[in-house]
């Protein structure tokens, strides 16, 4: 369905730029703005290849249920900052790519989509990180931030 989401809303979003063009014409002079896209297309992208790469072969780009023998609780690098960074790093990036555009409407369309789908995507996936490390992940929870805006993950009590 993301993959749906992504091309549909790309697709979309290219038009509404050029519909904008004719209408906000001045929107599209900002220069300054897009490069603010770009640092945060740059940031957002450079911020999931380090996740990735710190996480190694514990990196999976489907929530795993069944704990592997060789999976291990990556709390160092990135992982010290944000306890999701290839999500945060995703995050910033979408929303950077209209940002750059200078698509307004996309920008809010983005935003919304992507904090709806990591918010749901964090809480399944911590579910089974509490299943599959207990105590030491509901320690590293306390410590460290999601990195998403208002996004905490799943309640322990």
């Not at 809303?9 to 897009?34: D, M, N, P, T």
């Not at 490069?35 to 929530?63: D, P, Q, W, Y």
């Not at 023998?69 to 944000?82: A, C, D, R």
């Not at 904090?115 to 299943?131: A, D, N, Q, T």
């Amino acid at each position: 369905m993301m993959k749906c989401v992504a091309s549909c809303g790309l697709a979309h979003c290219v038009r509404q730029y050029f519909i904008c063009l004719s209408s906000l014409s001045e929107l599209k002079q900002l220069s300054w703005l897009s490069f603010a896209g770009l640092l945060m297309v740059l940031c957002g992208e450079g911020l999931r290849k380090a996740a990735m790469l710190t996480a190694g072969s514990n990196f999976n780009h489907i929530v795993q249920n069944e704990k592997a023998q060789s999976h291990v609780l990556v709390t160092g690098g990135v992982y010290s900052y944000f306890r999701h960074p290839s999500y945060v790093g995703w995050f910033y990036w979408s929303i950077g790519t209209q940002v750059m555009l200078c698509n307004p409407v996309c920008i809010l369309g983005y935003t919304i989509a992507s904090w709806r789908f990591f918010r749901e995507r964090i809480e399944e996936e911590e579910l089974s990180l509490i299943h599959f490390f207990a105590e030491d992940y509901v320690e590293y929870k306390k410590k460290v931030p999601t990195g998403l805006p208002f996004i905490s993950g799943i309640r322990v009590n």
